[in-house]
């Protein structure tokens, strides 16, 4: 392995008992060797140092709707300048962006870029928000934080598209300037997480706790449901008891529909009847903000008032046909809806 030039020194990471180090930044607490890299491909050790190469490099820029993070109740219709990098701490077989996630940064196609001209980047185009995304922000911590505190000094809003798989301390330091997240919660068994994502489901319940409870974080949910995989009714409805009684009502969610790829080519597309079940479940548990993703139409993308049902937010895609909130507030009945609209 020969490191690139000038990567940067990483954090979350101690010296273990056999020599090699252990990085924490994760829940994989990888053991990493000299001349070896961790599970994410990204973070390697070189003569008893932790780097990280995931500082200042992304495989690329674009500028998208904030719906397609998703996010409906964190200023809809604004854009939000998206990147990542290579690498992940996950192995989902189901992965839609493989041909990074599962890459080390050598081997796409990469630029170096300062954190200062990310936010240059966000302002010059007038996106009012920055989104790590494409692969999990969470392996390239470091360069989040940096940015991160460049954008809020500049009225940006940091945007976190996570799987929420991050140990608890590293977690503290990663979202203190995020201003909203969308985290993937992918299934909702131990089984699911092991074999399907080589992760584990406990430490991604305990992210969507602490960004509710402990932080001003504006939190959005997405479960892409795979056929055979994750979409038993009960799964589903044991999901949605469990944001209930955690995150509360109020915490929009996102079914997304699967489609093959990766190491899941042989499974089917989700059936729309699949999504429009779950979108039931969810509504009849009590969740008030459910949406559909991944699918034509707009059935399941509209935003309506939990207290009269008024339609307030039409969506074709990611694009906003009709808005009529005032203020954050329902026209109709006066009911303030949760989020950050304005």
Same mark, same amino acid.
């Given at each position: 392995?020969?490191?690139?030039?000038?990567?940067?020194?990483?954090? $979350?990471?101690?010296?273990?008992?056999?020599?090699?180090?252990?990085?924490?930044?994760?829940?994989?607490?990888?053991?990493?060797?000299?001349?070896?890299?961790?599970?994410?491909?990204?973070?390697?050790?070189?003569?008893?140092?932790? /780097?990280?190469?995931?500082?200042?490099?992304?495989?690329?820029?674009?500028?998208?709707?904030?719906?397609?993070?998703?996010?409906?109740? /964190?200023?809809?219709?604004?854009?939000?300048?998206?990147?990542?990098?290579?690498?992940?701490?996950?192995?989902?077989?189901?992965?839609?962006? $493989?041909? &990074?996630?599962?890459?080390?940064?050598?081997?796409?196609?990469? &630029?170096?870029?300062?954190?200062?001209?990310?936010?240059?980047?966000?302002?010059?185009?007038?996106?009012?928000?920055?989104?790590?995304?494409?692969?999990? *922000?969470?392996? /390239?911590?470091? /360069?989040? &934080?940096?940015?991160?505190?460049?954008?809020?000094?500049?009225? &940006?809003? !940091?945007?976190?598209?996570?799987?929420?798989?991050?140990? !608890?301390?590293?977690?503290?330091?990663?979202?203190?300037?995020?201003?909203?997240?969308?985290?993937?919660?992918?299934?909702?068994?131990?089984?699911?997480?092991?074999?399907?994502?080589?992760?584990?489901?406990?430490?991604?319940?305990?992210?969507?706790?602490?960004?509710?409870?402990?932080?001003?974080? $504006?939190?959005?949910?997405?479960?892409?449901?795979? *056929?055979?995989?994750?979409?038993?009714?009960?799964?589903? =409805?044991?999901m949605c008891n469990w944001i209930l009684e955690n995150l509360g009502e109020n915490v929009p969610l996102h079914f997304s529909a699967f489609h093959p790829d990766f190491k899941m080519k042989d499974v089917p597309h989700t059936p729309v009847t699949a999504l429009y079940e779950a979108y039931r479940i969810a509504k009849s548990a009590g969740i008030n903000y459910c949406y559909l993703g991944n699918i034509a139409g707009t059935k399941g993308k509209e935003t309506r008032c939990n207290n009269c049902n008024e339609l307030l937010i039409e969506r074709e895609w990611f694009k906003i046909t009709l808005n009529l909130l005032?203020?954050? =507030?329902?026209?109709?009945?006066?009911?303030?809806?949760?989020?950050?609209?304005?």
């Amino acid at each position: 392995m020969i490191p690139i030039e000038n990567d940067h020194i990483a954090n $979350w990471y101690e010296t273990h008992h056999t020599g090699r180090l252990l990085c924490t930044l994760c829940p994989r607490y990888c053991l990493i060797g000299d001349g070896q890299r961790g599970f994410c491909f990204i973070r390697y050790n070189k003569g008893g140092t932790l /780097f990280t190469e995931g500082y200042g490099r992304s495989t690329g820029f674009a500028l998208d709707p904030i719906e397609k993070k998703p996010l409906n109740h /964190f200023l809809p219709g604004s854009s939000i300048l998206s990147f990542g990098t290579a690498g992940c701490n996950l192995g989902c077989k189901f992965c839609q962006n $493989w041909s &990074i996630s599962k890459a080390k940064s050598d081997n796409v196609s990469s &630029i170096r870029i300062s954190a200062e001209d990310v936010v240059e980047l966000s302002l010059k185009y007038n996106s009012p928000s920055i989104a790590f995304t494409y692969n999990d *922000p969470v392996i /390239f911590s470091e /360069f989040v &934080i940096d940015v991160s505190k460049i954008a809020v000094q500049n009225n &940006i809003n !940091p945007v976190l598209v996570t799987a929420g798989y991050v140990d !608890p301390a590293a977690r503290i330091e990663l979202f203190k300037y995020v201003k909203a997240a969308n985290v993937d919660l992918k299934g909702f068994t131990e089984h699911f997480y092991k074999n399907l994502t080589y992760s584990s489901l406990k430490p991604v319940l305990e992210t969507l706790i602490y960004l509710k409870n402990e932080t001003e974080v $504006w939190l959005e949910i997405t479960n892409l449901i795979i *056929p055979g995989q994750n979409d038993n009714p009960e799964e589903i =409805k044991a999901m949605c008891n469990w944001i209930l009684e955690n995150l509360g009502e109020n915490v929009p969610l996102h079914f997304s529909a699967f489609h093959p790829d990766f190491k899941m080519k042989d499974v089917p597309h989700t059936p729309v009847t699949a999504l429009y079940e779950a979108y039931r479940i969810a509504k009849s548990a009590g969740i008030n903000y459910c949406y559909l993703g991944n699918i034509a139409g707009t059935k399941g993308k509209e935003t309506r008032c939990n207290n009269c049902n008024e339609l307030l937010i039409e969506r074709e895609w990611f694009k906003i046909t009709l808005n009529l909130l005032k203020e954050n =507030k329902c026209p109709s009945c006066n009911q303030h809806i949760p989020g950050r609209f304005n």
